[in-house]
C-alpha cells in the first residue's frame, strides 16, 4: 500500500473548502440564467446550509478549542486557526448573500408581482391588514420575557429568530426583554387574500410586524427600539452507545439536549447597539468573534416559503420523470425482468416509482419469503414504509435497519421505527459506534426450480421526495453473488456477524478502504507497464488523506485523474511534480449532484463501481458502506458516458478547482457548444420520454 507524505502545503482545508462550496451555492442565486423564483430558493439554501456548518463543523472546533487541542489538520492548521481563516472568508460571503437578495432577486420579483415589503414600505390599507394579522393571529402567542435582577436571562433556542427590546420603565430607567417570533407561524406574512397569479403577491416579514406593533406587550412602558437576532447552538451531540442500553431512548435523550448545547453564532441586526450586543455576548457565554452583524434580513433561508406560490413562470419548468423502457408499459412483473438482465436507474431522470414499485411488488407476491431494507433518511409518507407494513401484514418475513442516528431525521427515523415494530416488523436500530449509511434492499423469493434473490443497490436513499431532486444511480440484480453479498451484509447489520470478505460488494469499514486503494495502485502498475492510465471519480466531497496521497502518487507517474466533487475537495490540483495530471471540477446546478462513481480504465478491460461512500475517513472508516461493480458492460457504458464524461465536457455548471483552493468558471472556447449536463439529460429525457439506453 502507498505510504507516501506530502507536506501540508498539498491539501486544502476541509472548512474552507466548505466555504467554497457554499459560495458556489452563492453564485447560482446570483446568475440571471435561472428563473427567479429558483435564485430565491439558492439564497434559502446558502443560508440553511451555514447553518448546519456552524451546528456541526464549527461546534466541533470551539469544542477542539476548549479542550486545547492543538494538533493540527493536514493543511497544517490549529482549531484556532481555521476558526479564524473561516470568520475571514465568510464576511464577505454574508454581505454579497445580503447583497443578492436587497439588490438583485428582490428588486425583480417586485417587478413580477411578487413583493416582499419592509414595513415602512406598507401603504395604508397594507399596514391595516398586517395590524389585524398581529392582533388576531400574532399577539395572542408572543411571550415577552424581562431579563433583570428578578428575572433571569431567558433561554434562546436553536436558529430562533427573536427581538430584543429595550424599554423604559415609568422611572425612565433602561430595561431589556426578549420576544421570540414564533415558529408556528409563516415568516411572510401574506398581504393579499387572492391565488391567482394575475393579482400579485405582497409580504412583509413576521418579526418587522411584531416589531411594529410591540408596545401592545409592554403597557405603560416605552419602548425606545427592538433589534433582531438569532443564536445558532451546537447539536453534534456525542452519543455514549457503550453506556446506552436502549438506543432509541439514548436518541431521544439527545434530541431534547440539543435546545440546550452551546451557542456557536450570535447574528443580530446591523444597527444593534454596542451595549445591547454586549447583554447578548455576555449572558449567551461566547465570544466577539461568534457574532455576525447582518446588513439586513436576518434567516433568508424562510425565502423557501415563496416556492409555494402558484408561479410556474418563475420557477425551473416542470419534469416528470419516466420509469426506464425495460420496466415501462410491458406487463412483465419486475422480478421476471430482473431475471432477464441488469436494470438500471439514473434518478431524477428516471423516475423513482420502480424502486417503490419492487418493494410493493415483493409485498403482494405470494412466493416472496423475506424482505431486507436499510433506511437512512425516508422522509414524511413514505410509500417504501407502507409497502413493508403490507408485506408483514401479508406474512412476509419483514427486517428493517432503520439508522435512529441520521443526522436531523432522527425524530422521523423514530417515529417509522416505532410504526414498524407496531405492525410486527424486525427492527434493528443500527451498530454501536457506526452509522449505516448502505442503501440495500434483498428480497428472497421461492421459484419452482430455486431460491433466488433480488436486489437493489443505491446510491442514493429511499425517499421519494428526494429522488425527484437528488441525482442518483441505482441497480437492480438477481446475480448471485451479488445475492450472497447481500445476504452476509444484512446478517452483519442484524446479528453477530464478523463478514471480512465479500464476492462483490466492497463493504466499509470492512474492506472498502483497502479495496480501492488497490485499485488505485493497480492503475497505477498497468499505467507503467502500459501507459493510458485513467481513474475518474465522482463523489460529493474528497477528504481522506490516505486516498488524497495515493491519487497524487497516481498522477505523479503519468495517469489522467478527473475527479467530480461537488463539494469539500482537501486535494491541491496543479502542483508541480505532484498533482499536475489531475483536474477538479464540482458542478452546482438544478439537482443536488449526491452519485459516488469510481471509474478505473484498467489498461482498455474498464472497471466501475457505484455506492454510498464519499472518500472521507468517516465514509470509509465509522460507517457501514456499500460500493458494488456495475458488471453489466451495456449498463458500464451508459453510466460512464451518461454521468462521468458528459459532466467532464460541462461549461456552464461546471467550476475547476485553482490549486490556490478557489473555483473559476471552467473556460471554454470561442464556438464550442455549451454543455449543461444537467439540462442535456433532461432535454433528452423530454425528448424520448425516458432516459434508459438513449446513446450520448
Known sequence: MTTERYPPSCYINRELSWIEFNERVL???ADPTHPLLERAKFLAIFATNLDEFFMIRVSGLKKQIEAEVVDVTPDGNTPNATLDHIVAKLTPL????????????????????????GYDELNEEQRTRAIRYFDSEVFPVLTPLAFDPGHPFPHISNLSLNLAVVVLDEKGRERFARVKVPPSLPRLVPLTDCPDDECGHCFVWLDQVIAANIAALFPGMAVQRTYAFRVTRDTDIEIQEDEAGDLLSTIERVMQDRRF?????????????????????????????DVYRVDGTLSLSSLTELLRLPLPKLKDPPFTPHPPFVLADNGEDVFSLVRQGDILLHHPYDAFSPVVDFISAAARDPQVLTIKVTLYRVGANSPIVQALIEAIQNGKQVAVLVELKARFDEENNIQWARALEDEGVHVVYGLPGLKVHCKVALVVRREHDRIRRYVHLSTGNYNATTARIYTDLGIFTCRDDIGEDASDLFNLLTGYSRQREFRQLYVAPVNLRKRLIDLIERE?????????????????????????????CASQVGIKVDLIARGICCLRPGMSGIS???????IVGRFLEHSRVYYFRNNGDEELFVGSADLMPRNLDRRVETVFPILDADLRNRVRDEVLLLQLRDNVKARELNSDGSYCPVASWPGEPRINSQEELLRRAGQMGYLSYLPL
Open 27 to 29: 453564485r447560482e442565486a
Open 580 to 586: 499536475d495530471n489531475i483536474r477538479v471540477i464540482s
Open 261 to 289: 448545547g452551546s451557542v456557536v453564532r450570535l447574528e443580530i441586526a446591523h444597527d444593534m447597539p454596542d451595549r445591547v450586543r454586549d447583554i447578548l455576548i455576555q449572558n449567551l457565554e461566547i465570544d466577539l468573534r
Open 524 to 552: 497505477i502498475e498497468l499505467h507503467k507497464q502500459y501507459g493510458g492510465g485513467h481513474l475518474i471519480f465522482k463523489m460529493n466531497s474528497l477528504v481522506d488523506p490516505a486516498m488524497i496521497n495515493v491519487l497524487y
Open 94 to 117: 454574508l454581505v454579497e448573500h445580503s447583497r443578492v437578495w436587497n439588490d438583485e432577486v428582490k428588486p425583480l420579483l417586485c417587478s413580477h408581482g411578487v413583493c416582499v415589503l
